[in-house]
């Protein structure tokens, strides 16, 4: 059985300089308004380049080549297209785990990014 707690309770704390994100998955629908798949999906999750900022660890943006943090919890970023580690939760979706200087910008609306 499942410990009591939120999901958000419940997610890896990510340790030292890393950064726990969730890849943004899109809208599920084309620009025409079909329906995507979800192996669609899933395939495009997977390199995307838009992710959520949900926790970071202890360390991040501590030391002094950062001057102020690049990134917040709850924040929308930029990452590395397959950046950090990726692995699944038991409800099925995807996170990973980067380095705290795997972030390449912020954003405020991340359908404002388009894949390539």
Do not use: H
Request: hydrophobic share 35%.
């Amino acid at each position: 059985s499942k410990l009591d707690g939120t999901v958000l309770e419940r997610m890896p704390q990510p340790t030292g300089w890393k950064i726990l994100v969730l890849p943004y998955r899109g809208k599920g629908e084309s620009k025409g308004g079909i329906a995507l798949t979800k192996e669609t999906i899933d395939r495009e999750s997977l390199s995307t380049v838009v992710a959520y900022v949900v926790k970071c660890g202890p360390l991040c943006y501590q030391d002094k080549k950062y001057g102020l943090p690049w990134c917040k919890e709850k924040q929308w970023v930029l990452i590395g297209r397959y950046a950090g580690a990726r692995f699944k939760l038991s409800d099925g979706a995807e996170v990973r785990i980067i380095n705290d200087d795997e972030v390449i910008a912020t954003i405020k609306n991340p359908d404002d990014i388009v894949s390539l």
